[in-house]
């Protein structure tokens, strides 16, 4: 029998799952094999021949379905890439300048989705949410721009840790110009605490507002792991290191600490929101009670002070920079 030659060939495609496919194909089956008639059967040559086209075909095939995959993969990419709106973590005003020129002079800075931390999240080690920290930097860029005249905080989010709303309400009102947080969706807990740095909070009508208040619950799992034979082994130092393991029933004393420091938390809360709306601490207080309202009703409560859009934003800038030429440097028109 002949010896043939092996061809090999490979497609590597950069595709979501990284198509790595490999075709071995003997060379005889290509045309390149040395052949040596048959003595005995007169349709050897059609048989070879068939053999060459169905290798021929196959290769073909594996090939055109490698070109499509990485093809579709890549579209998908791209796509994905276009359609999504820049993270709060990517964008800097430097980004929009540098495709848009230097036309805008209200920054835009994003309170949104998930939930709020102290730190980026990729620090905190969380699945999902997002750091005060990166919205504080963005903030402190604005400040430092002398073609920025103003700041939007567009507010969307049910909040989360009230450091975090404290860093970002300290920032707006060090940014040293004229601040509007719009809560255009929800702007809840630590997310309305961050809007009162602000100057101005202007809400759409159906918006959700305020949801003051703090809490440190959790599930207690001691009854379960009970009925399934666990027992919690407690080493620690210190009376209260293991309060709030859900493994464990809380002590009186541990729960009696616990709602301590949650009231003492909540009387801070509120009174740093009173001083930023220039609100009695009576008046914030009474609204303090963990419910969120709609916008209609926040406005008549002093939480927020407009209801609107972003055309009613706009306009509020134009007031305050004595200007018609307001430009909003909006981190989702900048492309990927």
């Given at each position: 029998m002949?010896?043939?030659?092996t061809?090999?060939?490979?497609?590597?495609?950069?595709?979501?799952?990284?198509?790595?496919?490999?075709?071995?194909?003997?060379?005889?089956s290509?045309?390149?094999?040395?052949?040596?008639?048959?003595t005995?059967?007169s349709?050897?040559?059609?048989?070879?021949?068939?053999?060459?086209?169905?290798?021929?075909?196959?290769?073909?095939?594996v090939?055109?379905?490698?070109?499509?995959?990485?093809?579709?993969?890549?579209?998908?990419?791209?796509?994905?890439?276009?359609?999504?709106?820049?993270?709060?973590?990517?964008?800097?005003?430097?980004?929009?300048?540098?495709q848009?020129?230097?036309?805008?002079?209200?920054?835009?800075?994003?309170?949104?989705?998930?939930?709020?931390?102290?730190?980026?999240v990729?620090q905190?080690?969380?699945s999902?949410?997002?750091?005060?920290d990166?919205?504080?930097?963005?903030?402190?860029?604005?400040?430092?721009?002398?073609?920025?005249?103003?700041?939007?905080?567009?507010v969307?989010?049910?909040?989360?840790?009230?450091?975090?709303?404290?860093m970002?309400?300290k920032?707006l009102k060090?940014?040293?110009k004229p601040?509007?947080?719009?809560?255009?969706?929800?702007?809840?807990?630590?997310?309305?605490?961050?809007?009162?740095?602000?100057t101005t909070?202007?809400?759409?009508?159906?918006?959700?507002?305020?949801?003051?208040?703090?809490?440190s619950?959790?599930?207690?799992?001691?009854?379960?792991n009970?009925?399934?034979?666990?027992?919690?082994e407690?080493?620690s130092?210190?009376?209260?290191?293991?309060?709030?393991?859900?493994?464990?029933?809380?002590?009186a004393d541990?729960?009696?600490?616990?709602?301590?420091?949650?009231?003492?938390?909540?009387?801070?809360?509120?009174?740093?929101?009173?001083?930023?709306?220039?609100?009695?601490?009576?008046t914030v207080?009474a609204?303090?009670?963990?419910?969120?309202?709609?916008?209609?009703?926040?406005i008549?409560k002093g939480?927020?002070?407009?209801?609107?859009?972003?055309?009613?934003?706009?306009?509020?800038f134009?007031?305050?920079?004595?200007?018609?030429?307001?430009?909003?440097?909006?981190?989702?028109?900048?492309?990927?």
């Amino acid at each position: 029998m002949a010896r043939g030659n092996t061809l090999a060939f490979f497609i590597q495609g950069q595709s979501i799952n990284h198509l790595h496919l490999s075709f071995l194909v003997d060379a005889h089956s290509m045309g390149g094999m040395e052949h040596t008639p048959s003595t005995n059967c007169s349709c050897g040559g059609h048989r070879h021949w068939f053999h060459r086209m169905v290798m021929k075909l196959v290769y073909i095939v594996v090939l055109a379905v490698a070109v499509y995959t990485v093809g579709a993969g890549l579209i998908k990419k791209y796509v994905h890439e276009i359609a999504s709106p820049v993270s709060n973590k990517s964008y800097t005003l430097q980004t929009y300048k540098d495709q848009y020129g230097d036309e805008c002079n209200v920054a835009v800075v994003r309170l949104e989705n998930d939930e709020l931390y102290a730190t980026d999240v990729a620090q905190a080690g969380a699945s999902s949410g997002y750091g005060a920290d990166v919205i504080v930097s963005q903030i402190e860029q604005a400040k430092e721009d002398p073609q920025i005249k103003g700041l939007l905080l567009e507010v969307d989010s049910p909040g989360g840790s009230p450091v975090g709303g404290e860093m970002i309400s300290k920032a707006l009102k060090a940014l040293g110009k004229p601040s509007a947080a719009y809560i255009y969706d929800m702007g809840d807990s630590a997310a309305y605490f961050a809007a009162t740095g602000a100057t101005t909070i202007i809400a759409s009508p159906f918006s959700s507002v305020g949801d003051i208040g703090v809490t440190s619950s959790f599930v207690d799992y001691s009854g379960s792991n009970a009925k399934a034979g666990n027992t919690f082994e407690q080493i620690s130092s210190g009376k209260y290191k293991d309060a709030g393991n859900p493994d464990k029933p809380l002590t009186a004393d541990e729960l009696t600490l616990l709602q301590k420091n949650v009231d003492e938390e909540y009387q801070t809360l509120v009174d740093e929101i009173a001083s930023n709306r220039h609100l009695s601490t009576s008046t914030v207080t009474a609204l303090a009670d963990g419910a969120a309202i709609p916008g209609s009703e926040a406005i008549m409560k002093g939480l927020v002070d407009q209801l609107g859009d972003l055309t009613t934003v706009t306009a509020w800038f134009n007031k305050q920079l004595h200007t018609d030429d307001v430009v909003l440097c909006d981190p989702n028109q900048v492309d990927q």
